[in-house]
T-cell receptor, first 108, second 113 residues
Framework: RKEVEQDPGPFNVPEGATVAFNCTYS??????FFWYRQDCRKEPKLLMS???SGNEDGRFTAQLNRASQYISLLIRDSKLSDSATYLC?????????FGKGTRLHILP | DAGITQSPRHKVTETGTPVTLRCHQT?????MYWYRQDPGHGLRLIHY???????DKGEVSDGYSVSRSKTEDFLLTLESATSSQTSVYFC????????????FGPGTRLLVL
């Protein structure tokens, strides 16, 4: 079992819809959590950190459930420009573990 | 943006030749990483460095070596390139001291014929 698992998608979603991604991690000692975004043929870039209390940045909301060991990302009112691959990232001690990513296609 | 550059950005080489990829950062970040990214595998860590001359292996280190003689430069060497090393290689940095965000370079596309 991979330490960080995501649904690979692709998710094909009409513009304006709400889309949710989930990510699970297997090591309860994991300490910090992030969502990265990667556009086609580009490098990954930090989208947002994920806190236990949940956090929001505009149309994006991230949640962490430590008891169930899953992380979520919600995108509201999706835009064409949201089309990308979303990577779940977990830090544990000196290790940074990436999920394989979920591909999102926003359809006009 | 952590001022990370990678060179070359694209390279075509032949099996058996040595190849060196360079990562350069301008932010004085302590940690530097080399990843490869392949379809179906996501990002996989090759080697990382936690300071000058301090390096360690990642999950796919076979066939690769690294060196870090200065804070700003992290070199990845393929001693004898194989076709299985055809990939996109990303360098990343992390400041440390409680800062946990990784910043990535633009990537190097390597094709081994």
């Amino acid at each position: 079992r991979k330490e960080v698992e995501q649904d690979p998608g692709p998710f094909n979603v009409p513009e304006g819809a709400t889309v949710a991604f989930n990510c699970t991690y297997s090591n309860s000692a994991s300490q910090s959590f992030f969502w990265y975004r990667q556009d086609c043929r580009k490098e990954p870039k930090l989208l947002m950190s994920v806190y236990s209390s949940g956090n929001e940045d505009g149309r994006f909301t991230a949640q962490l459930n430590r008891a169930s060991q899953y992380i979520s990302l919600l995108i509201r009112d999706s835009k064409l420009s949201d089309s990308a691959t979303y990577l779940c990232v977990v830090n544990r001690d000196d290790k940074i573990i990436f999920g394989k990513g979920t591909r999102l296609h926003i359809l006009p | 943006d952590a001022g990370i550059t990678q060179s070359p950005r694209h390279k075509v080489t032949e099996t058996g030749t040595p190849v060196t990829l360079r990562c350069h950062q301008t932010e004085n970040h302590r940690y530097m990483y080399w990843y490869r990214q392949d379809p179906g595998h996501g990002l996989r860590l090759i080697h990382y460095s936690y300071g000058v001359k301090d390096t360690d292996k990642g999950e796919v280190s076979d066939g690769y070596s690294v060196s870090r003689s200065k804070t700003e430069d992290f070199l990845l060497t393929l001693e004898s390139a194989t076709s299985s090393q055809t990939s996109v290689y990303f360098c990343a940095t992390l400041a440390g001291d409680g800062q946990e965000t990784q910043y990535f370079g633009p990537g190097t596309r390597l094709l081994v014929l």
